[in-house]
């Protein structure tokens, strides 16, 4: 068996490894694990992932999977494939302090704008409309601060005047962080509307990854509000999880 990748494109990382594997015309079995249906909780794909989560890589006996740490497993994934594939190099470029500049921005923004960007899907949409839980407005309201505190230092610290996050061409590390901030955009909120700046950098992304693609990966996300509420049973399941997640 050659490389399967399972996925669920309502999932940010899963988002950019999908993205990355059909830019670079790597081939793969796509083996999507529905979340909202609780198919990562399954006997079967505990297989895969003892750990119950996705992106999940296998290259035939070889398993890459959530880590124990909760490193940033789509990172490991997407340097796996860097590797192995022989990708163009502005994606991880082999230039020592380009590099640095890639993994210090995939370092940083696993606890920060990953978090800020899933708090903020999971309570403004997935409580209310998917669980039937609505949110206290307080919890929004400090969630979206957090938000735009965030997408302040992303800007200031990281974005700075440059074209993309590491010079002048995308890397994983643009492409890492606008499937984080689809999550927000999939929730409802304007996140480009008073930020000219980043709302450049996220069309420059979607031109580099070409816009087709683009869109093919984040139609789920960015048809969260009509999604169904969730079956009381699965429902049951998933919740535990969640709270996990979003802490
Ligand atoms: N560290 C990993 C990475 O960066 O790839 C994190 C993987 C991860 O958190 N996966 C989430 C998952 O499988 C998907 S992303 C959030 C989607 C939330 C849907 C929850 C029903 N989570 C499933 C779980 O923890 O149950």
Redesign the pocket.
């Known amino acids: 068996m050659g490389l399967e990748l399972y996925l669920d494109l309502?999932?940010?990382?899963?988002r950019a490894v999908y993205i990355f594997a059909k830019k670079n015309g790597i081939p793969f079995e796509l083996r999507t694990v529905e979340?909202?249906k609780g198919q990562?909780?399954s006997d079967a794909f505990a297989q895969v992932n003892p750990l119950?989560?996705?992106?999940a890589l296998k290259d035939g006996d070889f398993t890459l999977t959530?880590?124990m740490f909760?490193?940033?497993?789509?990172?490991a994934i997407l340097l796996y494939l860097t590797r192995k594939f022989k990708v163009p190099d502005h994606w991880y470029p082999q230039e020592l302090q380009a590099r640095a500049r890639v993994d210090e921005y995939l370092a940083w923004q696993?606890t920060t704008l990953r978090k800020n960007c899933?708090r903020t899907l999971w309570y403004k949409v997935m409580f209310p409309v998917f669980l039937g839980e609505p949110v206290s407005p307080e919890t929004l309201a400090d969630t979206l601060a957090e938000l735009d505190s965030t997408l302040q230092i992303f800007e200031d610290n990281f974005l700075q005047n440059k074209a993309f996050l590491v010079g002048p061409h995308i890397s994983l590390a643009d492409l890492v962080a606008i499937t984080e901030l689809m999550h927000p955009v999939g929730a409802g909120c304007q996140i480009f509307e008073s930020r000219p700046k980043l709302a450049a950098w996220s069309q420059r992304v979607e031109a580099a990854v070409g816009s087709l693609l683009f869109r093919e990966a984040h139609e789920v996300i960015l048809k969260a509000n009509g999604f169904p509420p969730a079956d009381p049973s699965v429902k049951q399941k998933?919740m535990p999880?969640?709270l996990?997640?979003i802490q």
């Open positions: 309502l999932s940010q990382p899963c979340l909202l990562h909780l119950k989560k996705v992106p959530e880590s909760s490193l940033p497993c789509s990172v696993h899933l998933l999880r969640v996990a997640m």
